[in-house]
């Protein structure tokens, strides 16, 4: 009885305390994301573009061979964006290499 008593209380302190962990990981993921947008903002005022990373040419050139996995994935190599971020920065760039690309 005094052993089950003890799991119950520490699988409630357990759940307790990954509850409160996860809440404070979502306020400070809503904090950096309004930092991030204010940055933008700061940015696009003073008429400052963020510098394009180093590499992006390998990415470009698997896109043009129709290598879209593996562009993504040489991005995330280089820029270390998650797999969304990712995903949509190769999709972006696809677009403007395709209307670079010249007309057969």
């Given at each position: 009885?005094?052993?089950?008593?003890?799991?119950v209380v520490l699988l409630g302190t357990?759940?307790?305390i990954t509850s409160t962990v996860s809440l404070r990981v979502k306020s400070l993921q809503l904090q950096a994301d309004r930092a991030e947008r204010r940055l933008a903002l700061v940015l696009?005022?003073?008429?400052?573009e963020e510098p394009?990373?180093?590499?992006?040419?390998?990415?470009?050139a698997l896109i043009r061979?129709?290598?879209?996995?593996a562009a993504?994935?040489?991005?995330?190599?280089?820029?270390g964006a998650g797999l969304a971020e990712a995903k949509r920065a190769v999709e972006?760039?696809?677009?403007?290499?395709?209307?670079?690309?010249?007309r057969a």
């Open positions: 009885m005094n052993t089950m008593f003890l799991l357990a759940g307790w696009d005022h003073l008429g400052i394009e990373p180093a590499g992006l040419d390998e990415v470009r061979e129709d290598r879209t996995i993504i994935k040489a991005y995330r190599r280089i820029t972006d760039l696809a677009v403007t290499v395709q209307k670079a690309a010249p």
